[in-house]
């Protein structure tokens, strides 16, 4: 699988841009604030339907704007699809696969496999529980359309509940209604605390040969789901934890709780890793998310790179070089460093200005 190209209209800075792509590497590069990254993001966006870094569709609208379009083209050997992506300012964005307008974003979720590597990737480890959330959840979600569908309905359900809470605060009566949503709740949650389950122990074993190779042997790294309630235990810790519940008009328990936990040589990453073994340890999960979509779907995912090459070691560089060889990647950059030159002979190079993009020739 690989984008054939990706035209953009009022996307944030990028007025009309259109960029046929490269099948292997294609390196952007340019000063701070030129657009790379939202070259970037048009490209996340075709295969979520959503932005990495806003949750507010209107703010990619160029300024004074009142929509933005973005299309691109997929080529999957022998067929072709097409996205297309309608933000507007005033209503809910449009989004169609070869014309079809779709429902439900998660009809979007396969057509283009994508993994994205960004600076604020290489602290997942140290961040908070909700990026690590957002990680499985991205992933899982681009391996499988019902994942995506029960994600869907748990967060709809859980924002019932909640809702539900706060008004029993004022009115007791109502009490008795929360356990309608308690059985919906529990039935999705558990389908997800399942599937997060077997994610995490697929992932732990690809991450595992990855990080080993990263760092000459010497380091053992494992990945462990930290559910914050078990499958089989959800039901009863609702039940229990119903009036704590209703006082903070929120849901204590349940997936949107779930946390992973990184260790190196069975010591805990996030707490006592170097700030080295920490950002290490997000390559190898990087890596490793692009042999999972490899092995699962049976073609390898488009990879983005933005600005990340310039936040690692020499070592790290060589090896995400080899790594990324043999699939598409974009690439962003303020400047074509030492690393990226052995790269640029089978790259196709551009440099991005004030919202333009130009062929290096
Ligand atoms: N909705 C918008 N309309 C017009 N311009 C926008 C909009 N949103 C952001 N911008 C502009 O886009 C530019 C930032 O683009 P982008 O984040 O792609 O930069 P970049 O080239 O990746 O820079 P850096 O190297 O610093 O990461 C900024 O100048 C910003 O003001
Ligand atoms: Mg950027």
């Given at each position: 699988?690989?984008?054939?190209?990706?035209?953009?209209?009022?996307?944030?800075?990028?007025?009309?841009?259109?960029?046929?792509?490269?099948?292997?590497?294609?390196?952007?590069?340019?000063?701070?604030?030129?657009?790379?990254?939202?070259?970037?993001?048009?490209?996340?966006?075709?295969?979520?339907?959503?932005?990495?870094?806003?949750?507010?569709?209107?703010?990619?609208?160029?300024?004074?704007?009142?929509?933005?379009?973005?299309?691109?083209?997929?080529?999957?050997?022998?067929?072709?699809?097409?996205?297309?992506?309608?933000?507007?300012?005033?209503?809910?964005?449009?989004?169609?696969?070869?014309?079809?307008?779709?429902?439900?974003?998660?009809?979007?979720?396969?057509?283009?496999?994508?993994?994205?590597?960004?600076?604020?990737?290489?602290?997942?480890?140290?961040k908070g529980p909700s990026e690590r959330?957002?990680?499985?959840?991205?992933?899982?979600?681009?391996?499988?359309?019902?994942?995506?569908?029960?994600?869907?309905?748990?967060?709809?359900?859980?924002?019932?509940?909640?809702?539900?809470?706060?008004?029993?605060?004022?009115?007791?009566?109502?009490?008795?209604?929360?356990?309608?949503?308690?059985?919906?709740?529990?039935?999705?949650?558990?389908?997800?605390?399942?599937?997060?389950?077997?994610?995490?122990?697929?992932?732990?074993?690809?991450?595992?040969?990855?990080?080993?190779?990263?760092?000459?042997?010497?380091?053992?790294?494992?990945?462990?789901?930290?559910?914050?309630?078990?499958?089989?235990?959800?039901?009863?810790?609702?039940?229990?934890?119903?009036?704590?519940?209703?006082?903070?008009?929120?849901?204590?328990?349940?997936?949107?709780?779930?946390d992973?936990?990184?260790?190196?040589?069975?010591?805990?990453?996030?707490?006592?890793?170097?700030?080295?073994?920490?950002?290490?340890?997000?390559?190898?999960?990087?890596?490793?998310?692009?042999?999972?979509?490899?092995?699962?779907?049976?073609?390898?995912?488009?990879?983005?790179?933005?600005?990340?090459?310039?936040?690692?070691?020499?070592?790290?560089?060589?090896?995400?070089?080899?790594?990324?060889?043999?699939?598409?990647?974009?690439?962003?950059?303020?400047?074509?460093?030492?690393?990226?030159?052995?790269?640029?002979?089978?790259?196709?190079?551009?440099?991005?200005?004030?919202?333009?993009?130009?062929?290096?020739?």
């Amino acid at each position: 699988m690989y984008i054939e190209n990706i035209s953009v209209k009022n996307f944030r800075n990028l007025d009309t841009m259109s960029i046929k792509f490269n099948k292997s590497v294609n390196i952007f590069f340019g000063k701070n604030a030129q657009g790379k990254t939202n070259i970037i993001e048009a490209v996340y966006m075709c295969a979520t339907g959503r932005s990495h870094r806003t949750h507010s569709d209107k703010d990619m609208i160029m300024f004074g704007m009142d929509s933005a379009m973005v299309q691109t083209f997929i080529n999957k050997n022998d067929y072709k699809d097409r996205v297309n992506i309608h933000l507007k300012k005033n209503s809910k964005k449009g989004v169609a696969v070869n014309s079809l307008p779709i429902k439900s974003l998660s009809e979007l979720f396969g057509v283009l496999h994508i993994v994205i590597f960004s600076p604020e990737d290489l602290e997942l480890v140290k961040k908070g529980p909700s990026e690590r959330r957002r990680f499985i959840d991205m992933e899982l979600c681009q391996l499988s359309k019902i994942y995506c569908y029960n994600l869907q309905q748990y967060w709809k359900i859980l924002k019932q509940r909640n809702n539900l809470l706060k008004q029993v605060q004022k009115n007791n009566s109502l009490k008795d209604t929360i356990f309608v949503w308690d059985n919906q709740l529990v039935d999705f949650g558990r389908k997800l605390i399942k599937e997060r389950e077997k994610f995490t122990v697929r992932i732990d074993e690809l991450t595992k040969n990855i990080h080993l190779k990263l760092t000459g042997n010497a380091e053992k790294m494992k990945i462990e789901y930290k559910p914050s309630v078990s499958a089989d235990e959800f039901e009863e810790k609702l039940n229990k934890n119903i009036d704590r519940d209703i006082y903070f008009g929120s849901t204590s328990y349940g997936p949107h709780k779930d946390d992973l936990a990184f260790f190196i040589n069975d010591t805990n990453v996030r707490e006592f890793g170097s700030q080295g073994q920490q950002r290490c340890t997000a390559v190898s999960l990087k890596l490793a998310e692009i042999k999972l979509i490899e092995e699962e779907k049976g073609s390898e995912p488009v990879l983005l790179l933005d600005d990340v090459f310039s936040e690692l070691d020499k070592n790290r560089q060589k090896y995400l070089i080899e790594c990324i060889s043999d699939i598409q990647t974009i690439i962003t950059c303020t400047g074509i460093e030492d690393s990226l030159k052995e790269l640029s002979q089978k790259a196709a190079i551009y440099k991005v200005e004030n919202g333009k993009v130009y062929p290096n020739l």
